[in-house]
């Protein structure tokens, strides 16, 4: 029964139900407000000075180092106050990254547009009102009230010991224009316009990046006729800032500097294309409202900035009421927000290069996996060729006619049909073997930490996959097996998941090159299904194909104690992937993005040493190790993916970065084999890529349990084509002395077919 059970397991195990469901958007969720105390035991690394000020008063911007450890806020009030120089930066600790409830104290506090520029004290000169950091925190750029801004140099990533002034770095963007930003690699600039009746933001391309005393003006984007809000004309803008793929784009404007007024409001902006604001269109809005309870509290939002990942937002605001700080002062402070979705202010923002990544990563692991599950499976078959126990099939075809029956006698008799009659026996040749049955479980988990370009993620499948296999010709093998996966990629620090099902038809072979030498080789055919989950809820769906080839070399000859072998690999996969659009507005309020219909290539080269173990005895049976160590070259050519927001028409081009073109393979496993028949292994596999300034690797355990099965079983087709064309199919098995047998009969021919099973037990008393 064992091929039917194996039949109608596959059939239950690959079915799966998924559901779409749509959930509003909730808006941010007001977390804390802080506004963190002096520490005047400390020193400023600038002037020497005690710091004796709080983080904040009426800040403007506030910046974060890359591990959301550190935060910057620059203050517009730089005058003597209460006998205390306001010093126009500040920065403090956070012991939980991005989580302002684990702020410490003031850590330092300067004036560098007084003490290294040489700006007047009190001037609107030496008022700051933004900051920002280039990507590895060793350049520092603020902005002042005349719409100037300055480069600062760091002895050391976000640490302001030691600053330096860039020499003339000073740029004029315009009066007015106090906030900026930067696109990723700096080679874009944008500045926004602060004034009661105008909303504007120009962009300017820089090079070389961050050079920002060369900038190119590419375009002016006036948003006031988008924006369509009724008290516009007295608002101004204060802030401005990016999705980390540049795909939306917000914009903080205030009440006219009036608490009084309207609520302050976040406008969101979708961008077809990254970091372009000729693409921009107006997403919607959202009022900031402070505290737990924001019936009637009012704000007077000076600054903003989200963490690295779009699930915090943080402004700073210079009027506040019921929110209980660090210190206990109403005004001036720093609220957090926590984020339903990715920068999901108005609508969640797509992580289209991290989801791409992920189906890419997705779609080599499934090559990966299959492929060492089969050469899994090719070891064991070198440990135990002499001695296979293998299942027979048989062939039997009922004519009830003479003239049929003999031809039928003739050819069962003939050499030909000798060489071609499944009805071979082991015993009457020795070179070829029954077919045998296996199957293979296996788990993995994968690691990958951030790259230029994706989120980091964590990568968890599920396979099963069942064989069969037969021996010919003097230790040549061929077989068959097909694996089913579950595979789910988890994007860090975002809303958004991948799952992708896959099911790969293996066929694969051993063959001989001499006595002691012979090539491994799979062929695989895989079917893709992808799905896009946002919040828990799908989103998209994806569907793919894949082929792939892996052969290599081994030799029986040993060395050593553990039977060391060397071994060279090689891997080559195309994978064909459908177009979809992946509907956020399905599940929350959101921008939908089209991915055209892509193919990539993917390979790799490995060498290395194998090693098995000779079989060690012990009371119950035997036991062997084997593993082994393979570097792997990682060839797969630069993966490059078209999409772009629906109802667009500029497409995004996006290449996708290999983790580390250098690997290192390395596995781990044994074997029991116990008396009564019943085998148990375990294998261990590590694929560690060997990265220069990140850490990812994936951890695989593949299981095996079964039982190896002297007994004979017999399996019949029965075909009477005199009578209507009826056949039968039986499969016939001793257990304990009784006969058990399962049977079926199809009327092949008949317009109305006739069908049926049976299930016989007989025996001998």
């Known amino acids: 029964m064992k091929f039917f059970k194996t039949i109608f397991f596959l059939i239950i195990f690959f079915l799966s139900f998924w559901q779409n469901s749509f959930a509003a958007m909730n808006g941010p969720t007001w977390e804390t407000a802080v506004r963190p105390k002096e520490d005047s035991s400390r020193t400023s690394s600038l002037d020497g000075s005690a710091v004796d000020n709080d983080a904040i008063e009426r800040g403007t911007g506030i910046a974060f180092s890359n591990d959301g450890k550190k935060v910057f806020v620059v203050n517009k009030l730089v005058t003597v ?109 944008f500045t926004l316009l602060n004034t009661d009746n105008n909303q504007t933001v120009k962009e300017y391309s820089l090079s070389p990046a961050y050079d920002i005393t060369n900038p190119t003006l590419l375009n002016t984007f006036d948003m006031s006729s988008l924006i369509n809000n009724p008290d516009s004309g007295k608002d101004s803008a204060q802030a401005i800032e990016f999705s980390s793929d540049g795909t939306a784009m917000f914009v903080l404007l205030i009440g006219n500097h009036n608490a009084n007024a309207h609520p302050d409001d976040i406008f969101q902006f979708q961008l077809s294309t990254a970091f372009d604001t000729t693409s921009a269109s107006v997403l919607g809005s959202y009022s900031i409202a402070y505290g737990s309870d924001a019936s009637g509290t009012t704000g007077k939002a000076l600054g903003m900035a989200f963490d690295t990942h779009g699930k915090k937002l943080y402004v700073v605001s210079r009027y506040n009421t019921g929110i209980d700080t660090i210190d206990s002062s109403t005004n001036d402070v720093m609220h957090q927000f926590d984020l339903e979705c990715s920068y999901g202010l108005v609508g969640c923002v ?131 097996a097909v694996r089913y996966a579950e595979n789910k990629s988890e994007i860090r620090n975002s809303f958004q998941d991948v799952y992708m099902d896959s099911l790969t038809l293996n066929i694969y072979g051993v063959n001989s090159l001499s006595d002691n030498d012979y090539l491994n080789t799979v062929f695989g055919l895989s079917a893709l299904k992808f799905k896009h989950s946002l919040t828990g809820h799908t989103s998209g769906k994806r569907n793919g194909k894949q082929a792939f080839i892996t052969t290599n070399f081994r030799t029986n000859e040993t060395f050593g104690n553990y039977n060391f072998t060397p071994s060279g690999r090689f891997t080559y996969a195309v994978t064909q992937l459908s177009d979809f659009t992946d509907f956020l507005s399905n599940v929350k309020a959101g921008t939908n993005t089209t991915y055209e219909e892509e193919i990539f290539e993917s390979g790799e080269i490995a060498t290395g040493l194998l090693f098995n173990t000779d079989e060690k005895k012990f009371s119950d049976g035997t036991i062997s190790y084997n593993g082994g160590l393979e570097f792997v070259y990682d060839f797969t050519p630069d993966v490059k993916f078209h999409y772009y927001d629906v109802g667009s028409s500029n497409t ?61 079983v017999n399996f019949a087709i029965n075909y009477n084509p005199l009578e209507n064309n009826q056949t039968e199919i039986s499969y016939l098995k001793n257990l304990n002395g009784f006969d058990v047998k399962f049977s079926s009969n199809y009327s092949l021919m008949s317009k109305i077919p006739d069908y049926g099973a049976n299930l016989e037990v007989s025996g001998t008393f």
């Not at 064991?380 to 048989?394: A, H, P, Q």
């Not at 290449?655 to 393979?665: G, L, P």
């Not at 690797?697 to 039982?707: A, E, I, Q, V």
Request: net charge neutral; with cysteine; charged share 25%.
């Open 350 to 480: 797509d992580l289209p290069v991290s989801n791409i990544g992920s189906q890419v990563q997705l779609a080599k692991q499934n090559v990966t996996l299959n492929t060492s599950v089969i050469f899994k499976r090719f070891e064991w078959i070198k440990r135990n060729r002499e001695s296979e126990n293998l299942n027979s099939f048989n062939l039997d075809i009922n004519y009830n006619n003479r003239l049929l029956e003999s031809l039928a006698s003739s050819l069962k008799n003939s050499q030909h049909f000798q060489k071609v009659s499944l009805k071979k026996n082991k015993k009457k040749d020795k070179k070829n073997s029954q077919w045998s049955y296996w199957s293979h479980g296996d788990i993995s988990l994968g690691s990958f930490q951030m790259t230029s370009v994706e989120e980091a993620k964590d990568i968890e499948t599920l396979g099963l996959t069942f064989g069969a296999d037969k021996k010919y010709k003097d230790y040549k093998f061929f077989g068959f």
């Open 81 to 189: 106050q209460n006998s205390k120089q306001q010093e126009c930066l500040r920065t403090f600790n956070l012991s939980i990254p991005f989580d302002l409830r684990s702020a410490g104290l003031v850590l330092d506090e300067i004036d560098p547009l007084i003490t290294l520029v040489g700006k007047t004290n009190n001037g609107t000169g030496s008022r700051c009102e933004d900051i920002k950091f280039n990507n590895d925190g060793t350049k520092l750029f603020l902005t002042n009230q005349t719409g100037n801004i300055y480069q600062f140099n760091l002895t050391a990533p976000f640490e302001l010991s030691g600053i330096t002034y860039e020499a003339d770095s000073e740029t004029d963007y315009g009066t007015r224009y106090w906030n900026f930003s930067f696109n990723n690699d700096g080679t874009k600039i």
């Open 652 to 712: 995004n081009l996006v290449a996708i970065e290999k983790y580390s073109k250098t690997n290192v393979r390395g596995n781990f496993g044994f074997e029991k084999i116990y008396l009564n028949g019943i085998t148990f292994s375990i294998n261990y596999e590590i694929f560690q890529h060997l990265d220069t300034d990140r850490f990812s690797h994936t951890d695989s355990l593949l299981f095996k349990f079964g039982r190896v099965n002297d007994d004979d």
